[in-house]
């Protein structure tokens, strides 16, 4: 049996201890016992057998029966074998035990379980899910662990690595520094000592103790310290500061030591008289003079025989369907055929009698068959592939049976169905009845010899696209003659075939070869071995079968059936063929085999593996001592050796061996040779694993349609260490991997598709999968359907296993399992698993005769439509190849830096708008210095023009407000302020208004008598618990004497709701508006200086801080002035405005532009868009506005939501051509692609394609640029004189594409557009007239060069003055609003805005003529993440996942202690959610060499964001921490 522990001839198990294991495991498996009672009796059978010795690696094998073998019992009697079918390729006795002494090593660590909602188990049933904790428990928790298995995950590494104990290796976390200290550790290595555990580590960072995710995120914390093996030394190397570690090779891996192999000649073909000269002239020959002699035997699924196909009638109707084919099928007049065609052959497996006539006929007919699977959907796994294959072949035919036929999916019309990816053929039932008896002198010109292709074989790569192998007629009789020598085939042997006839050994044993020597094939279809696994041995027996063509499958489910068969024999036998011999766990099949069998006349020598391939057919074979064999050998090795290509005993870890049994000798006429993987074909030397290639006149030919990889595979030309050639005819590549061991025998260890290259390592796919069903096998997953491949993420390969599992199997049940996995794979192969997924069972896709279709599964992981029920992700384990994290240098000082700019040659990133002229010069500037004094004037001047229009949710025009109108409401709110609110001048008022003209009013009216107006969102009805306490926080923050505020929300506050959110004892006056008497006050208050705070600007930032900036009437008049010329707002001009009016550029524009420029607004409340999505856009195109102000909310509501409507809104006469600017307001970086889809969904409506634009300001400037696009003179429509000659005639905002990598260093390096990591950025605008911008070191504080990335600061007289706050933090506002270089111009007052950006002067030029500085946004600096040294810009990690499925609707990331959370808003089904937690792991790893360690899948609409459609990912965080999500899923990646 194949192990890895020790080598097995040491001491081998006796036969009757091999039975009663094998009798354990089936009771274990059909439940006849517990699972205490198989260890008990397990370990009782095993007691006397686990002291083992060491063997030399190679050891002759006698196989002899001993006396406990002859002697052994017979077995007792059991119930029927189940029907299931099980794989039972690598079940291997002592590999289990190899596996469970590895996870012995390993102490229990609990890993956090994932949070799952019931919704989303498919499995199991409800009363067995297991409730998510809600506390965290200790470790020593749990029940107690039964012998040999394990009760947790443990996650600790090898014990060999102690002295590593206690540190977080860079490379294997995100959670690695996110700021180092220089030339010394990372800064994050005291936290990861600390592990921020107790009440005082969670409390400091504002979590609830008893979170249950914070509690889980703790165990991931934990379990990531764990003590890991010590990485290989690592360079970095400075390419854009982003190559990934480059690992140096290790000094102490095994190394080759061996002499040059040199080429292996098998023995000559026998020249004996006569040969045939064709496989036709065989059959010719055999179909006229033994015309009764049985062909082929045909069985059904009861193992009856059902059709007997001689050789003469296969004769006879070969002939009669090559006549058919070339005389009878026409198109348009014209034979659809001609010699050299390929017709495809679509047989079922139980059809060997039709498909041995459709190939012969077409090779009497020179076509090229093409045998193919049946396609029994129209999405069959590999089944387009298999189309692509046809399409590229020309195949306009399909031969088929009447049966067949039938089953196949039809179309409307009742033809067959075309199956996707498929050409259109024409379909041939080949029955009898359907064909065409040839004349007595027709005769087929076909000869069947020469370099003509034969047929065509498909192969599926391990990429799963699907290639033809070209074999042709010399190489088809060649590989007869080669497999009847080797085999010693007669005249008239039986042979038993398993295998499918359409390919591989099957085809050329079963139909070849058979033929050739006229035996007769008992073909076994796959069905019958489902329904009674012990059939093909029953046949060998009642047709005394001299052969057998068999899988170790097939082997392996005999032995589990052949209880209570006393009467088979299997002493006809001389051979038994095992096809996948090649595979190194194949050896345990056939031990076990012999184990059972050899008392029922099975004799030893008959087991003869072979390995082929589809490129080199049959590449060699084991042979019977009879034909010249040598005696059988074993070879234990080194798991490590072998992962480094090179052959070693293993002589320390018993636990990680490979003990494989050779293959045979090379083919008769054939060369073999071992040549290096990769590269150059150099011959490898006697101790080196490599590519066992062949050169033959018996191998496939070419690729069909692919010369160039066909040079690669078919043309090798192996060379010796010193260039030299090793032979003047070129060598194929058999994609097999082995070395040539004693005795000139083959032996294979993997196959070249199922590598996997982790690092400098090598692994085998079929290994990983042995290793993992020997962790409580057959428990938790079905035993036949787990696979292991592996997918490129971060330029290295990725080990992902994928099973089925059990419906009866707990979450918590599979989660450990998974566990279990993790630490048997790394401790035997000492590799990482990136991913395990579970998946229902009968799920996964099927190949055609069972077995999992591994290249289907892969694609369906990468795309996301695997539709797992349990993931674990472990990319911390596995990724070691992360760049280093960024040390930070000593920072170079201002001084040199500005130098360093002049040396340079570049100039200091600085720019500014046009000069504001001097207000105090002219009379009518005056009064216009303080607002209320222009609401009076214009109230007198013009005192009927309308300055706001305010409409509904169906567009109606509620109401209308002119100056005068304003000026009367805003003096009774005066009057009743200082009657019924008897405030004093400086008193601040919240106004708690929804959008509307009251809320104007009332604002003018506080400053009619000198109160401070502090505009306040209102509470939201339907959600009074969470929205009433901010109302609360900001009245009480913002020290408010009085509320004014409508009388239905007065209601509100007051409701039962309100008073169980807040005490509503404690709100100060409040005063409802609606019925204010018709009252003037007595005098109008004037401040008495231009300094005098006018108002109070309040808002939740998107880092969640709740921030108050103070505004006086200069910073006011000021802002408006700069406002009015930017935007060319006149008395005659209309705006629509679709924005909140409570923060901002948004109450600016509410509430004060239109007063002071006297412009009409359209006010369009953002609430009203929720009812009808088209108000917005319909209110712009009724009032013909030119300008037009809106939110990225209100601009992704339309696209979402008038995309496809855009027909229908040009019907009801929307039209958009009247926009000159549609401006974006905001506080973040342009949102490119939402303002490139706005344009060009609503282009139809007549929306110019450069009119959207975009604004920045913040809370230190509101209005810092924003951009109007030109127009002609022209269309100049009323205005001053002054306005036309300062209008903001300039270019369009300009685009560039920066380096990503750069940027996360603080640099801007411009790229071309489409370059790899490219990141696009829009200018923000242009800066306003009065206001200055320049770039400084967020540290330093000194001036930043042209292209420099560093902090914006603006001078400006609208500036806010300072924060308003309960404390007056005097520290908070000289730092942010009277900030001064460190160096440079160090008098200028200047304003931090907490926002990255940089300046870059373009060849473009304004309307002075002078050249234009363009301002970019990156991102604000509260919200960068600190990762691995390297600042994060959260918005490009979420680009990022949002493209990785379709199914993310939204997504935000954050960090808490260090791990990057990540969460998604899910669009699709909920049974989904669990596709996405590996796309997302792997697009940021890819993109952003970052290690995500949680992924959070949600609903829609679960991310917050503020008005301006900004996300709160600071309210997100701490919802997630304190568990108020309500999660899909959390996985929890280790």
């Known amino acids: 049996m194949a192990a890895r522990g020790c080598p097995l001839e040491a001491v081998p198990l006796p036969a009757d201890v091999r039975e009663g294991l094998a009798e354990l495991e089936l009771e274990l498996s059909e439940g006849d ?31 002899t029966p001993g006396p406990s073998q002859t002697s052994a019992a017979a077995p007792k009697l059991q119930k029927p074998r189940p029907t299931t079918s099980r794989d039972e390729r690598f079940r291997s006795d002592v590999h289990t035990e190899a596996v469970q002494a590895a996870l012995a090593k390993y102490k229990e660590r609990r890993m956090p379980m994932p949070s799952k909602r019931r919704s989303v188990l498919v499995y199991p049933s409800a009363d067995t899910c297991t409730p998510p904790d809600t506390s965290s428990a200790s470790e020593d928790e749990g029940p107690s662990r039964r012998p040999g298995r394990l009760t947790s995950t443990p996650l600790q590494s090898h014990g060999s690595i102690e002295p590593w ?185 139980s059809d060997p009698v039709m498909f041995m006539v459709a190939f012969y006929g077409c090779l009497l007919a020179e076509l090229v068959p093409v045998p193919v699977e049946v396609p029994l959907t129209r999405k069959d796994a590999g089944s387009q592939q298999v189309g692509f294959l046809l399409g590229s072949c020309g195949v306009a035919l399909a031969l088929t049976t009447d049966a067949c036929q039938k089953g196949l999916p039809k179309a409307q019309t009742g033809e067959v169905a075309t199956f996707k990816g498929w050409p259109p053929l024409a379909w041939l039932v080949i029955d009898g009845k359907h064909l065409t008896k040839p004349p007595k002198d027709w005769h087929p010109s076909a000869q069947g010899a020469g370099a003509g292709t034969a047929y065509i074989e498909y192969k599926t790569s391990k990429e799963g696209s699907t290639v033809g192998v070209t074999v042709s007629h010399t190489s088809l009789l060649a590989q007869c003659q080669a497999l009847t020598q080797a085999c010693g085939y007669s005249e008239a042997e039986t042979l038993t075939n398993v295998l499918d006839f359409k390919r591989d050994a099957g085809l050329w044993h079963g139909v070849f070869t058979s033929v050739l020597n006229r035996m007769h094939v008992i073909s076994i279809p796959y069905a019958l071995m489902k329904v009674n696994p012990l059939s093909w041995i029953q046949k060998v027996c009642s047709y005394k079968a001299r052969a057998a063509l068999v899988k170790s499958r097939d082997m392996h489910w005999s032995l589990l059936a052949q209880r209570g068969q006393r009467d088979v024999s299997l002493s006809s036998l001389r051979m038994l063929i095992v096809a996948d011999g090649a595979n190194p766990w194949s050896i345990s099949s056939c031990d076990a085999f012999l184990n059972v069998f050899q008392s029922r006349g099975l004799r030893p020598e008959v087991i003869c593996p072979c390995a082929s391939s589809p490129e080199a057919l049959t590449v060699a074979i084991r042979r019977p001592p009879d034909l010249g064999g040598p005696p059988p050998r074993k070879a234990v090795l080194s798991m490590n050796g072998l992962s480094h290509g090179v052959i070693r005993v293993d002589t320390e870890e018993k636990l990680s061996v490979l003990t494989v049994q050779d293959v045979g000798q090379v083919m008769p006429g054939a060369n073999v040779c071992v040549v290096k993987v990769e590269g150059t074909p150099y011959l490898c030397k006697t101790d080196e694993v490599g590519e066992i290639c062949v050169n033959s006149i018996a191998t496939g030919a070419a690729y069909y349609g692919l010369p160039g990889i066909t040079k690669n595979i078919f043309e090798t030309v192996p060379v010796t260490a010193e260039g030299v050639p090793v032979s003047d005819r070129s060598f194929t590549r058999t994609g097999l991997l082995g070395f040539i061991g004693p005795d000139d025998l083959v032996f294979v260890v993997g196959k070249l598709d199922g590598l996997m290259v982790v690092g400098v390592r090598r692994h085998n796919a079929d290994d990983i999968v042995a290793t993992a069903l020997a962790v409580e096998p057959m428990k938790f997953v079905y035993r036949g359907r787990i696979t292991v491949f592996s997918v490129t993420v971060l330029h290295d390969d990725r080990i992902v296993l994928v099973a089925e599992q059990r419906p009866d199997t707990s979450e918590e049940d599979s989660f450990h399992w998974m566990g279990r996995v993790l630490q048997a794979v790394d401790s035997i192969h000492q590799v990482g698993m990136y991913c395990l997924a579970l998946v229902p069972a009968n799920t996964l896709p099927k190949a055609p005769l069972g077995g999992i279709h591994i290249s289907e599964t892969k694609q369906r992981f990468l795309e996301g439509m695997l539709h797992p029920c349990n993931v674990l992700m472990c990319p911390h384990t596995c990724v070691t190849n992360l760049p280093k994290p960024r040390q930070k240098q000593p920072e170079v000082g201002p001084a040199s830096m500005v130098v360093g700019h002049l040396v340079a040659g570049k100039r200091t990133a600085q720019a500014s708008g046009r000069e504001l002229a001097h207000l105090e010069e002219s009379d009518q500037a005056r009064k216009f210095l303080f607002l209320p004094d222009v609401l009076q004037w214009r109230a007198h001047t013009t005192p009927d023009h309308p300055l706001f229009l305010l409409l509904n949710a169906k567009g109606s025009v509620t109401s209308t407000v002119t100056c005068v109108q304003l000026h009367r409401r805003a003096e009774r709110v005066a009057a009743a302020l200082m009657e019924k609110g008897r405030l004093c001048v400086g008193d601040h008022v919240a106004l708690v208004y929804p959008p509307g003209v009251d809320l104007i009013a009332a604002f003018y009216g506080c400053l009619y008598c000198g109160c401070v107006p502090v505009t306040v969102r209102p509470p939201h009805p339907q959600n009074l618990t969470t929205t009433l306490p901010t109302v609360k926080m900001i009245v009480e923050v913002s020290k408010s004497a009085c509320v004014l505020t409508t009388q239905a929300i007065v209601r509100l506050l007051k409701s039962k709701e309100a008073v169980a959110a807040v005490d509503v004892r404690t709100w100060p006056t409040i005063l409802d508006t609606d019925d204010t008497p018709k009252k003037k006050v007595a005098s109008i208050f004037r401040p008495p200086s231009p300094d005098v705070l006018a108002y109070l600007d309040f808002s939740v930032s998107t880092t969640g801080v709740l921030a108050g900036v103070k505004m006086s009437h200069a910073a006011t008049s000021a802002l408006c002035r700069s406002l009015k010329l930017q935007c060319e707002l006149y008395p005659s001009r209309q705006i629509a405005i679709c924005l909140d009016p409570y923060c901002g550029l948004g109450f600016a524009l509410w509430c004060l532009c239109s007063v002071y420029a006297g412009h009409q607004s359209v006010l369009v409340p953002p609430l009203e868009l929720e009812s009808n999505v088209s108000l917005w856009l319909s209110a712009v195109s009724q009032f013909k506005a030119r300008v037009a102000f809106c939110s990225y909310s209100v601009m992704e509501m339309c696209t979402k939501g008038l995309g496809a409507q855009t027909s229908v809104l040009r019907m009801k006469g929307v039209n958009l051509s009247c926009v000159r600017t549609c401006m974006v307001v905001a506080e973040e970086r342009p949102r490119i692609a939402l303002t490139q889809s706005f344009s060009k969904l609503f282009k139809d409506l007549g929306l110019p394609a450069r009119a959207v634009s975009t604004t920045f300001g913040c809370r230190v400037n509101m209005a810092i640029c924003l951009q109007v696009q030109t127009r002609p003179e022209n269309e100049v429509k009323g205005g001053s004189s002054d306005s036309l000659l300062q209008g903001t ?46 770039i400084a070191h967020t540290e330093t504080r000194g001036p930043l060069g042209d292209s420099h990335l560093g902090e914006i600061w603006v001078n400006s007289p609208h500036n806010a003055t300072g924060y308003y706050t309960v404390y007056g933090e005097e520290g908070l506002h000289a730092d942010h609003f009277s900030a001064r270089l460190s160096f440079g111009d160090t008098q200028t007052i200047w304003a931090r805005t907490g926002y990255l950006g940089f300046l870059r002067r373009t060849e473009l030029t304004d309307a002075s003529g002078e050249r234009h500085d363009a301002l970019y946004v990156v991102g604000s600096l509260d919200e960068t993440l600190e990762l691995r040294g390297m600042r994060y810009h959260p918005i490009d990690i979420e680009t990022s996942v949002t493209r990785a499925h379709r199914s993310i609707a939204e997504c935000a990331v954050f960090t808490w202690a260090n791990l990057l959370v990540v969460v998604v808003e899910l669009a699709g089904l909920e049974q989904d959610a669990l596709d996405l937690v590996a796309l997302v792991t792997s697009v940021v790893l890819e993109e952003h060499h970052l290690v995500v360690g949680v992924v959070v899948i949600v609903d829609s609409g679960v991310i917050p964001i503020n008005s301006r459609g900004e996300k709160q990912r600071r309210h997100l965080r701490d919802g997630f921490l304190a568990d108020q999500l309500d999660p899909i899923y959390v996985a929890y990646n280790m």
């Open 33 to 63: 016992i517990t699972q205490k009672g198989y260890e008990k009796k397990r370990a009782k059978l095993l007691a006397c057998h686990m002291l083992l010795t060491q063997e030399p690696t190679f050891q002759a094998e006698a196989r």
């Open 1289 to 1334: 005639a300039g270019p369009d905002p300009t685009t560039v594409y920066v380096d990503m990598r750069a940027l996360r260093h603080d640099r801007v390096r411009l790229v071309e557009r489409g370059s790899p990591h490219s990141l696009p950025l829009t200018e923000s605008g242009k800066i306003l007239p009065g206001v200055k911008v320049i």
């Open 165 to 349: 104990l206690g540190q977080v290796l860079e490379a294997s976390s995100s959670s690695s520094s996110a700021s180092s200290h220089p030339g010394g550790r990372p800064a994050a290595a005291p936290w990861a000592a600390t592990a921020l555990t107790g009440p005082t580590a969670d409390a400091h960072i504002g979590v609830p103790v008893s979170s249950r995710v914070s509690s889980r995120i703790q165990q991931l914390l934990n379990t990531l310290k764990r003590p890991k093996r010590p990485p290989l030394r690592e360079f970095f190397m400075d390419d854009f500061e982003e190559l990934l570690a480059v690992r140096q090779t290790d000094p102490n891996r095994p190394k080759p030591e061996g002499s040059q192999m040199v080429v292996l000649k098998g023995e000559p073909l026998a020249a004996e008289a006569p040969q045939p000269p064709s496989l036709l002239a065989a059959l010719q020959r055999w179909g006229t003079t033994q015309p009764k002699a049985p062909c082929v035997t045909a069985l059904d699924t009861a193992g009856k025989a059902v059709h007997v196909l001689t050789y003469g009638k296969l004769w006879s109707r070969s002939l009669k369907l090559a006549y058919t084919l070339l005389n009878k099928l026409t198109s348009k007049n014209e034979p659809l055929l001609k010699p050299g065609d390929r017709v495809a052959l679509v047989f079922p497996n």
